[in-house]
């Protein structure tokens, strides 16, 4: 039981309110915190990798609306909401419509499995870690949902590509996860956390090889630059989401920025500790404060943690983005089959030694 | 370099276009064996084709062929002249493959009919268009161009 | 059943796709359309379509005279204006035979090379796009942005210069722009060292361009293909140094040459003849600075009058490749013909060719680094 | 064997550190409305006519690449929309009746106002 849920239950519980209603508010409650929780990083990611990439190419990027362009991604939300949506004569209406919601649904799920902090935590499942990658695994559907109804042949080469490349990019990912599995023991993120508590047990030094293949991979995963083939704006136009205008196409976007934030933080919370400080105290510990108070603080420090090692991640990936050219589909796929699962299953070969002598000693 | 050529072929007459290109009229009907006696002979060896020009001298077209030797460096012209009446001549596409798209250029806006050509059909204007522009009765604001209007 | 351009009725395999690409497509340069039959992502065949931009420049020619002409000649290659002057300018001078005077040559060519420069920075920029990196292009277009800063300051104009005129050129050049083209040159190696740092050997771009695309020397010269693109196959044919026009006879430069053109050669001719254009840059700067007293830029010819007869063939190495103008002149105020022989459609030609075989992704690669321009094939 | 593998990652980490150096260059943003280019007295922008020079006699019409742009009756006529800034009207011109200014900024929501006509005297 997180202290937050203890907290609200407790005040509820004295006006008087039945107990499944409380059970409900907390469910709402928490809805709202991972949605806001989601839009907030969208707005902010999408208008700071404009920011980014403009400082790369000595540019100033967006500086009209608001402060310093604050508001840019929010006005260029509402435009896009005010756009008409257009649906292609010939498409597939039913799979048209559904796709976007198949790509943005399970994105918005994976959040409530990612421990934000050590009470900030929806839903801690016990193989958070294989749930995580399915429910990860859905949104390829949708792309290639929206691939095939769109009745375009662009998009159709667009959605093939997605498909072919989530195949072979989580073979890799998912020989790394089982590394981490043996270094931890555990299935449980929040599990797999508590285990990287100080600096020099965090997963990534054992297992530095297995953080560049996933790193890299779920780059091919979230579409990012040198692997962006589904949608390679200079061969397929805009690959899967040509068709796609308003409403719609701002869900495959949103999904792809949301995506992208969640991804760093599984990345993060696997390899790099999760909220875990890396100086292994916390602000709160060293001041004597009551215990609730205490723990508030901790939890928005941990959180702070979370989203700084997040930004980290994704401060590389934007970093990838202005430095690279696209990669050729059948490479990449070469990449992985060839170079990546061989040395997956090198790193788990080492993390078994690593952690035969951990346990020794 | 061009005596073998001018005694094997009929010349029928010898310009210059400035700077120092060698022009050479010639008969319609000897084109495809002078340009592949140009091509292939060792004097010569006009590997190139660099265009063909094609204008409208009022009463009757001239072809110019514009050849370039990477060998010896040099370049020549071979001409002919065709009627007004029967724009027809033969396709070179077979020696030289730039001569495709300069050909159906040349009948897009000439009218020119090149015989054996592998794919005569308009290149620069849209298949709709009426008229072969490059022609001097085509005068601007013709009538004919009023396709473009409805 | 498809419908192939003709709009006849084709039978296509049951394992091919026809994919229509451009003539809106973010990578076509401009309005090129090519019909791309697929099997899975493999070409099988490329049938390029022209003429979405086509100006009637040739027609227009004929109602002109050559001096109402000669602004609209910077339009048929608007990245490389300078050249399709020249090769105007060179056939008339021909035809009325003057000879201009030695400043305005040195800036004929300095003004040319600087263009040069500035178009295949274009090419680059986008070309790294087409490929899928964004910064390039920026990079790119801050050094190219210096040359037409430089160029507005000397004609007026960024890219319709207007600035050659029969006999010479129309504006001296004064010494402030010529520190600041030193200037940019000095620049420009760096700029240039640190574009090589980002592409050259980056092991995703080499992936890309790699033993794509080959263009074989025989089908280099069959299909007439000139410039960066054939010297890429190992032909040395440049006609600065074959027939030297201008001063290129008193300069010092050598012409880059490969041994086999795929995509990668092609970016490595590109990118060594702009550091060759920058030492033509340096020479031609250093003499005019020696020379700045010389007020002779052009043999005063009145344009108004020109009345030329006979036929001339200008001919410049242009960026793309060798640019001919064909003038038939008869006597009066207008040209009976103009014929212009412009490299990009040669090249366009042979697309089908080149990337016959290779994948959509690499039809980029290949398409980008022929370094086609649309204005220039559609005239 | 490992340099093969050891260069390319060399030459992907320079890519990386060469975008990096370029970001803490000068920016080049210029803001257009606010901030503009300094231009040179050579710009061509739009064509200043002077009728106390004029003497009609019509080479400015005669030069003019673009036809029609320029028509002499009882005004003098310049139409923008179709003008493409050779300012060869002006080179040509014998009395120095036409100038060049450095204004560039003529778009407008009605193609009417970028014609202009003015009295000869």
Not at chain 1, 14 to 20: A, D, G, V
Request: proline share 4%.
């Amino acid at each position: 039981m997180s202290i937050f849920h203890l907290i609200f239950v407790e005040y509820l519980l004295k006006l008087n309110i039945p107990e499944w209603l409380i059970f409900m508010l907390w469910q709402i409650i928490y809805f709202i915190f991972i949605s806001l929780l989601m839009i907030l990083a969208v707005l902010f990611l999408v208008l700071f990798e404009r920011k980014y990439l403009a400082f790369f190419t000595r540019r100033k990027g967006p500086n009209r609306v608001g402060l310093y362009g604050c508001l840019q991604t929010v006005a260029d939300g509402i435009k896009i909401l005010f756009k008409e949506n257009i649906m292609p004569k010939n498409a597939d209406k039913f799979i048209y419509f559904v796709a976007p919601i198949i790509v943005f649904a399970p994105i918005l799920t994976v959040y409530s499995l990612i421990p934000f902090s050590s009470d900030i935590n929806s839903y801690k499942s016990d193989i958070g870690i294989l749930l995580f990658m399915a429910i990860l695994s859905l949104p390829i559907a949708g792309v290639l949902f929206a691939g095939y109804s769109s009745r375009n042949k662009y998009s159709l080469i667009g959605g093939m590509r997605s498909c072919i490349q989530a195949i072979s990019s989580e073979i890799p990912i998912f020989l790394t996860l089982a590394g981490i599995v043996i270094l931890t023991g555990s299935m449980n993120l929040s599990e797999i956390v508590k285990a990287q508590h100080s600096f020099s047990q965090w997963n990534i030094f054992p297992s530095i090889l297995g953080f560049i293949i996933f790193f890299i991979c779920s780059l091919i995963t979230l579409n990012r630059i040198p692997f962006d083939f589904p949608e390679a704006e200079s061969e397929l136009v805009a690959g899967y989401n040509s068709e796609y205008s308003g409403m719609k196409f701002a869900m495959f976007f949103l999904g792809e920025y949301a995506l992208t934030f969640i991804f760093s933080a599984y990345a993060a919370t696997l390899f790099l500790g999760g909220y875990n400080s890396p100086f292994g105290f916390y602000i709160a510990d060293l001041f004597d404060l009551t215990l609730i108070t205490g723990e508030i603080i901790r939890n928005i420090e941990q959180f702070f943690w979370l989203i700084l090692k997040t930004f980290f991640l994704i401060l590389i990936i934007m970093w990838i983005r202005a430095a690279y050219p696209r990669f050729k589909t059948e490479k990449a796929l070469e990449l992985c089959w060839y170079i990546f699962i061989p040395l997956a299953i090198f790193n788990l070969f080492v993390l078994c030694i690593v952690q035969y002598f951990r346990g020794s000693l | 370099m061009f005596k073998e050529f001018e005694t094997k072929f009929d010349i029928l007459n010898k310009t210059i276009i400035l700077p120092n290109i060698q022009e050479f009229y010639i008969k319609k009907e000897n084109i495809k064996e002078v340009l592949r006696y140009l091509k292939n002979s060792p004097e010569t060896i006009f590997s190139r084709l660099d265009c063909i020009i094609a204008k409208d001298n009022s009463k009757n077209f001239t072809v110019s062929y514009i050849l370039n030797s990477d060998t010896y460096n040099t370049k020549c012209a071979i001409s002919y002249y065709l009627d007004y009446e029967e724009a027809e001549t033969v396709s070179i596409s077979d020696i030289y493959k730039n001569a495709t798209w300069d050909e159906r250029e040349i009948y897009d806006l000439f009218g020119i009919k090149f015989n054996n050509h592998p794919n005569l059909k308009r290149i620069l204007l849209p298949d709709s268009f009426k008229g072969n522009p490059l022609r001097k009765d085509y005068i601007a604001n013709d009538e004919r161009l009023k396709w473009n209007n409805d | 059943m498809m419908k192939d351009s003709n709009g006849i009725m084709t039978k296509t395999s049951e394992r091919t796709m026809l994919i229509n690409i451009g003539p809106q497509h973010p990578s076509t340069h401009g309005v090129l359309r090519m019909l791309v039959t697929l099997s899975g992502e493999q070409i099988i065949k490329i049938e390029p379509i022209i003429g979405y931009l086509h100006r009637g420049m040739e027609k227009m020619a004929e109602t002109r005279t050559y001096l109402q002409y000669l602004p609209i000649v910077d339009r048929i290659d608007y990245l490389s204006g300078f050249f399709c002057s020249y090769a105007y300018i060179s056939a008339i001078e021909n035809l009325i035979n003057t000879d201009i005077p030695i400043k305005a040559k040195y800036i004929r060519t300095l003004t040319m090379e600087m263009n040069r420069i500035s178009s295949h920075l274009l090419w680059l920029g986008c070309y790294l796009l087409d490929l899928g990196a964004t910064s390039p292009l920026f990079y790119t277009f801050i050094e190219r942005e210096k040359i037409l800063n430089i160029f507005e300051d000397l004609t007026g104009s960024r890219m319709m210069y207007n600035y050659y005129t029969f006999g010479g050129v129309k504006r001296d050049i004064d010494k402030e722009l010529l520190i600041r083209i030193k200037k940019f040159s000095k620049e420009f190696l760096k700029a240039v060292q640190e574009y090589e740092d980002l592409i050259t050997n980056n092991p995703i771009f080499l992936t890309r361009t790699k033993n794509i695309g080959i263009l074989s020397k025989e089908d280099a010269t069959e299909y007439s293909i000139t410039g960066a693109n054939l010297r890429a196959c190992g032909i040395q044919k440049d006609l600065r140094k074959d027939s030297p026009y201008l001063i290129y006879n008193n300069l010092e430069f050598s012409v880059p040459t490969g041994t086999i053109s795929n995509s990668h050669s092609r970016y490595i001719m590109r990118i060594k003849e702009m550091k060759e254009s920058n030492k033509i840059i340096n020479q031609c700067t250093d003499w005019l600075l020696s020379n700045i007293e010389d007020n002779e830029i052009n043999t005063k010819i009145n344009p108004l009058t020109i009345k030329p007869n006979g036929a001339a063939l200008g001919e410049v190495e242009s960026t793309r490749g060798l640019l001919q103008c064909y003038i038939e002149a008869n006597g009066t105020e207008f040209p009976n013909r103009i014929k212009w022989r412009t490299p990009s459609f040669y090249a366009t030609q042979a697309i089908n060719t080149i990337a016959k075989g290779f994948m959509i992704p690499d039809l980029m690669a290949i398409f980008g680094s022929l370094d086609i321009i649309m204005p220039e094939v559609d005239r | 064997m490992i340099k093969s593998f050891i260069y390319p990652i060399k030459e992907l980490i320079k890519g990386l550190l060469t975008v990096l150096k370029n970001g803490f260059k000068e920016k080049v943003t210029l803001e257009y409305p606010e901030k503009k280019k300094v231009l040179n007295n050579n710009f061509r922008g739009k064509i200043k006519y002077d009728k106390t020079k004029c003497i009609k006699c019509k080479i400015c019409q005669k030069v003019c690449p673009a036809k029609g742009t320029i028509e002499i009756n009882e005004t003098f006529k310049i139409d923008y929309s179709q003008c493409i800034f050779c300012a060869n009207c002006v080179e040509f011109c014998p009395k120095g009746a036409l100038t060049i200014t450095k204004e560039y900024e003529l778009a407008t929501n009605n193609k009417n106002e970028l014609i202009f006509n003015e009295g000869i005297n």
